[in-house]
């Protein structure tokens, strides 16, 4: 599987279960949410300004995408976790397997950031971020075409120590029109 | 990483926060529970009967080790969940990277059973067992030595339908004497 055929495959809606185990308290926290992910085309004036702001050319850049998300933690009923973000891959030309994505607003800091993924031979999708003070990996796979597992792993950026460990197992959603 | 490095790895004791996804009825469970995994020799009477009831040679068998588990979950606070069991690992001659694990005892049901698991090239062990009326997929995986990541699915045997998927972060912890 390459990027573009693992972005098809994600399209849709998504009705998302994630839990959290925040590791140094052993606590648990619970995340329904729905997830929108929506193709883009290269010409998209966003997609454009996030690849010029990173010096990359739109040629190189594959399949955008947009992902939204709305969800309800039952830690804080009242917490809006609401938001979206454009999602843009950039395939290393000599390892099709692997490359940039860049990111206008990541969800472990709003702020924009660009991850390097690759994808392992049995298609599970593999996406390390580094940010100022943290790194987040994350891991995606189809377990059919309409389920996909995701595991997320907040780690500090200055050793091994892992924070939080979050894992979404996520349902394709039928869109009533 | 072979299968015999995966094991040593594993050695020790963990503390588990498992989260289980009923996928059907959109609900959560949060099971915490100690881990033990404990080196056996495969001159044990208990391996070696294992290995006899699958017509396995013990020769074919490699770093055989004992599971045992204590857990709560937040569901039914009076249910135990306890338990143990023998894993023997039965590498395939011509692929290293695979294999049989036989079990002398499951934690989907209660009976014994023999899954097949590889190790991919990023050292996730993936096991894959059926059961009668079921199949169940893991896989676990090492973030460092000391945090374990496993994803447990169980799926309807008939097609494609998952029924639980769960997510446990491991922990190991100091055993003091």
């Given at each position: 599987m390459n990027i573009t055929e693992f972005v098809e495959?994600?399209?849709?809606?998504?009705?998302s279960q994630r839990s959290?185990?925040?590791?140094?308290?052993?606590?648990?926290?619970?995340?329904?949410?729905?997830?929108?992910i929506v193709a883009m085309t290269l010409d998209d004036p966003a997609v454009v300004d996030l690849c010029k702001s990173y010096n990359i050319d739109t040629k190189a850049a594959v399949s955008p995408f947009r992902m939204s998300w709305d969800g309800q933690s039952d830690w804080d009923e009242n917490e809006v976790l609401k938001g979206s973000?454009?999602?843009?891959?950039?395939?290393?030309?000599?390892?099709?397997?692997r490359g940039k994505l860049?990111?206008?607003?990541?969800?472990?800091?709003?702020?924009?950031?660009?991850?390097?993924?690759y994808l392992t031979e049995d298609d599970t999708f593999v996406l390390v971020t580094a940010y100022d003070?943290?790194?987040?990996?994350?891991?995606?796979?189809?377990?059919?075409?309409?389920?996909?597992?995701r595991v997320s792993l907040i780690k500090t950026s200055a050793g091994t120590g892992i924070v939080t460990a979050s894992f979404s197992s996520e349902i394709r959603q039928e869109i009533k029109n």
């Open positions: 495959r994600s399209i849709g809606r998504w009705r959290a185990h925040h590791l140094a308290f052993g606590h648990f926290e619970a995340i329904q949410s729905v997830i929108d973000c454009i999602l843009v891959p950039v395939p290393d030309r000599d390892r099709p397997n860049l990111r206008d607003q990541g969800y472990a800091e709003t702020m924009a950031a660009a991850g390097d993924y003070r943290a790194a987040a990996e994350e891991k995606i796979w189809f377990v059919n075409p309409n389920v996909r597992c």
